[in-house]
């Protein structure tokens, strides 16, 4: 789980990160509405990344229902990124 936590953490500063966007894209430069979904991809990593590490380190006590309650963090997080992807979508 640690491993995954660095992962999302290390994707969410490349998405985040405008001049590592713009490295990425290559020689096209990114649109408003890219840069947008690039940023909101980011902060959904890093809002994943930081519920895995807290659950990695309440793993260790036994606490009944912490991986239900994480699930539903998990999906809370999830639905609110749907609905700023949407926002962005929408926006032509």
């Known amino acids: 789980m640690i491993f995954s936590f660095v992962l ?14 713009r490295l990425i894209a290559g020689e096209k430069e990114l649109t408003q509405k890219e840069a947008g979904i690039s940023y909101a991809f980011g902060t959904y990593l890093r809002a994943d990344a930081l519920l895995l590490f ?7 006590f ?5 991986y239900q309650g994480a699930g ?5 997080v999830t639905v609110l990124f ?3 992807m949407i926002k962005i979508l929408n926006l032509q």
Not at 72 to 76: Q, R
């Open 54 to 60: 807290l659950l990695w380190t309440l793993s260790f």
């Open 72 to 76: 539903m963090l998990f999906l809370f």
């Open 82 to 84: 749907l609905k700023k």
């Open 8 to 21: 999302f953490f290390i994707l969410s500063h490349c998405f985040c990160s405008p001049g590592i966007c």
């Open 62 to 66: 036994s606490i009944p229902y912490l």
